[in-house]
């Protein structure tokens, strides 16, 4: 009974945790399966993602930061990235093209602010 107990055990994948720091406790598991779903979508190596920092600034809108492995087997920096769930889209800051990359955060701070302004 053991051994099947084990061999069960070594057979199921191994689950990772996504949300490294639980910023996406607060929300319904529905909206956290379809943020983090869209959000997989758009990265190389969703399989690896790290994902923290999660805050809802408008209802569909979800900003944070992700970082996965890169070819070498290390996690890469974490990186902004904003999600919306009604139009299922995802814009993720990429970490190789500085200039592109300054763009892209401009137009990230300006989708992550609150409905009062606050940067999140």
């Known amino acids: 009974m053991a051994a099947s107990f084990m061999w069960l055990l070594m057979a199921a994948p191994a689950q990772s945790q996504v ?4 910023s996406d406790s607060s929300f319904d598991t529905s909206d956290r399966a379809l943020l983090l779903s869209v959000l997989k979508s758009k990265l ?7 994902v923290r920092g999660i805050v809802q600034t408008k209802p569909g809108v979800y900003c944070g930061e992700v970082s ?3 070819r070498d087997g290390e996690y890469g920096d974490f990186t902004r990235f904003v999600v919306e769930t009604k139009i299922r889209q995802a814009t993720i800051i990429p970490t190789s093209d500085p200039a592109r990359a300054a763009m892209m955060l401009r ?3 300006d989708r992550c602010r609150s409905l009062d302004g606050d940067l999140r």
Request: charged share 40%.
């Open 68 to 70: 996965t492995r890169g």
């Open 107 to 109: 137009m990230i701070e």
């Open 44 to 50: 190389r190596d969703a399989k690896t993602a790290r």
């Open 19 to 22: 949300v490294v720091d639980g």
